[in-house]
T-cell receptor, first 113, second 113 residues
Framework: NAGVTQTPKFRVLKTGQSMTLLCAQD?????MYWYRQDPGMGLRLIHY???????AKGEVPDGYNVSRLKKQNFLLGLESAAPSQTSVYFC????????????FGPGTRLLVL | KQEVTQIPAALSVPEGENLVLNCSFT??????LQWFRQDPGKGLTSLLL?????REQTSGRLNASLDKSSGRSTLYIAASQPGDSATYLC????????????FGKGTKLTVNP
């Protein structure tokens, strides 16, 4: 099993550009999550999904949109990138939500100029 | 609002030493507490998950304890090795928190040969 994979690994954007981060898991997990990690701020939840076709807001959802059209994929979109969105983005998944271990992807480093 | 604190922020020890990392949380109504390890430039790896009904969990040289009433957990690492050098993150899932993990900012551990 590949576990949780993220595409791309690194990206540079200009302010105002848009992009989509892809997360894929092959563990048949129901729950998927997007976090951002910033120095001094720790990991913060952006959006999450409790199953195919569902999405919900986390702690810092503004400026991001998500979609879960297929169970194995969770997409994070930035409609109009801002320098404040420069961060490392992690995707995670778990079988049954908070009672289960979350498995993390390797991260996507995003730099917005 | 659940807050998770990890002290110290950084720790440097000589190889072979036994050490304890601390985690505290403000809301004792949790489902579980998880300890993760993060290597530089990498994603998070789950180390131990303690359910709210449990007092401790062990995996190899690692032992995690949970005192829910006092809002504290410790991660004990026995006979530390240079390969243990990493950032260790504590996270809790709060009851009524939609099964979302709330992370501490981590303790950066350096084990010197």
């Amino acid at each position: 099993n590949a576990g949780v994979t993220q595409t791309p690994k690194f990206r540079v954007l200009k302010t105002g550009q848009s992009m989509t981060l892809l997360c894929a898991q092959d563990m048949n997990h129901e729950y998927m999550y997007w976090y951002r990690q910033d120095p001094g701020m720790g990991l913060r939840l952006i959006h999450y999904s409790v199953g195919e076709g569902t999405t919900a807001k986390g702690e810092v959802p503004d400026g991001y949109n998500v979609s879960r059209l297929k169970k194995q994929n969770f997409l994070l979109g930035l409609e109009s990138a801002a320098p404040s969105q420069t961060s490392v983005y992690f995707c995670a998944s778990s079988y049954l939500g908070g009672s289960e271990t979350q498995y993390f992807g390797p991260g996507t480093r995003l730099l917005v100029l | 609002k659940q807050e998770v604190t990890q002290i110290p922020a950084a720790l440097s020890v000589p190889e072979g030493e036994n050490l304890v990392l601390n985690c505290s949380f403000t809301d004792s109504a949790i489902y579980n507490l998880q300890w993760f390890r993060q290597d530089p430039g990498k994603g998070l790896t789950s180390l131990l998950l303690i359910q709210s009904s449990q007092r401790e969990q062990t995996s190899g040289r690692l032992n995690a304890s949970l005192d829910k009433s006092s809002g504290r957990s410790t991660l004990y690492i026995a006979a530390s090795q240079p390969g243990d050098s990493a950032t260790y993150l504590c996270a809790v899932v709060t009851q009524g928190g939609s099964e979302k993990l709330v992370f501490g900012k981590g303790t950066k551990l350096t084990v010197n040969p």
